[in-house]
């Protein structure tokens, strides 16, 4: 089991940017599929981005152009830099870890961080 621990959520004004960050406690990060998903009160949770280590980010329709994710495996952790904040952006952000390849969908992800809060005001 992996445990994952997120960190760099907030407040931010609509446009603002926010970075988070998703350190990971596994000898074996390199071989993870990391993700990250996001989840509004009251809707599902999201796909946003996900990655191995030599896989092309795929990123969820409504983050495209926005958000970037990166991975250092050198220090067993993922980034999620977030430009150009919407208020829908708002929500619980979680990171994910799997073995299968990138995937949007959470049954391809076996350990879940506890998730942190980014809220973007209007």
């Known amino acids: 089991q992996v445990q994952l621990v997120e960190s760099g959520g907030g407040l931010v004004q609509a446009g603002g940017s926010l970075r988070l960050s998703c350190t990971a406690s596994?000898?074996?990060?390199?071989?993870?599929?990391m993700a990250w998903f996001r989840q509004a009160p009251g809707k599902e949770r999201e796909f946003v981005a996900a990655?191995?280590?030599?896989?092309?980010?795929t990123y969820g329709d409504s983050v495209k152009g926005r958000f970037t994710f990166s991975r250092d495996n050198a220090k067993n952790t993922v980034y999620l830099q977030m430009n150009s904040l919407k208020p829908e952006d708002t929500g619980l952000y979680y990171c994910?870890?799997?073995?299968?390849?990138?995937?949007?969908?959470?049954?391809?992800?076996?350990?879940w961080g506890q998730g942190t809060q980014v809220t973007v005001s209007s």
């Open positions: 596994t000898r074996t990060f390199s071989l993870y599929t």
């Open positions: 994910a870890a799997g073995l299968a390849g990138p995937s949007t969908l959470r049954g391809a992800y076996i350990d």
């Open positions: 990655a191995t280590m030599s896989t092309r980010t």
